[in-house]
């Protein structure tokens, strides 16, 4: 006859245990807000200041004269070319044209137009409020930016201190000033917005990429996305 069955000794089942969660950190009280981030920030790696910067340190000029930053001020900026892209080093000056809206409009800027030189899919003027772009000089014997592959929509790698934003070609300005750009656009590197009395006086490096375009233009996610992508191609090609 067999032994009777023993039953197998019981396994003690660990406890289940909540998942552990970082302690969530207070914001600063009195503290300036952040920067406003890019939409496309999270979808791919993006390439640092410093690399730009890096891509950019000597100037081959590709304008016949220099551009003044302010009107009455010593014309002391070239526009620079290299492989893939053209490039000025100057200040912001904020252009607060195109469609009004509560920050842009004829009562906050006294140089207010409701038009720019490059409208939307709907044939509205931009909105400086909300589309981050850059301004390039009329066409004129010192440089036309038709003749290197720019036009309405070229995609900008915008550089001011540690921080890189992208925005498109939006407007043009005076044929002899350089150095200028939506309120989006500053608002997102940090300078302040104001029409009448924000932007910085020097430290903003523009890299135009020759031969982009982002359509429609108003699309600032697909600008940040190409940005992004010519920015790397165009560190990338350093050597």
């Not at 004129?140 to 592959?149: E, L, Q, T």
């Not at 932007?199 to 135009?208: A, D, W």
């Given at each position: 006859m067999s032994p009777p069955a023993v039953a197998p000794p019981a396994v003690p089942v660990p406890p289940v245990l909540p998942p552990v969660t970082a302690p969530s950190t207070p914001a600063a009280s009195g503290t300036a807000p952040a920067p406003r981030a890019e939409p496309g920030a999270r979808r791919a790696a993006a390439v640092s200041a410093a690399d730009l910067l890096a891509r950019v340190r000597t100037c081959t000029p590709v304008s016949r004269g220099r551009y003044r930053k302010d009107q009455g001020a010593k014309a002391t900026v070239p526009v620079?070319?290299?492989?893939?892209?053209?490039?000025?080093?100057?200040?912001?000056?904020?252009?607060?044209?195109?469609?009004?809206?509560?920050?842009?409009?004829s009562g906050t800027d006294p140089y207010f137009s409701a038009s720019t030189a490059y409208a939307q899919s709907d044939g509205r003027p931009l909105s400086s409020e909300e589309t981050p772009y850059v301004v390039v000089p009329?066409?004129?014997?010192?440089?036309?930016?038709?003749?290197?592959?720019v036009?309405?929509?070229?995609?900008?790698?915008?550089?001011?201190?540690?921080r890189v934003r992208y925005a498109v070609v939006g407007d043009t300005g005076p044929a002899d000033i350089i150095g200028e750009a939506s309120h989006a656009t500053a608002e997102s590197l940090g300078i302040d917005p104001d029409p009448r009395g924000g932007?910085?006086?020097?430290?903003?490096?523009?890299?135009?990429?020759?031969?982009?375009?982002?359509?429609?233009?108003?699309?600032?996610?697909?600008?940040?996305?190409?940005?992004?992508?010519?920015?790397?191609?165009?560190?990338?090609?350093?050597?």
């Open positions: 620079c070319g290299t492989r893939g892209a053209v490039f000025w080093k100057a200040d912001m000056d904020i252009d607060c044209d195109g469609r009004p809206g509560p920050r842009c409009n009329a066409p004129s014997d010192v440089w036309n930016h038709r003749s290197h592959g036009r309405g929509g070229s995609v900008v790698a915008v550089v001011y201190r540690d932007g910085t006086s020097s430290g903003v490096t523009y890299i135009v990429f020759e031969g982009s375009r982002v359509t429609p233009i108003e699309d600032h996610d697909a600008a940040v996305t190409e940005g992004k992508r010519l920015a790397r191609r165009f560190v990338d090609d350093a050597g």
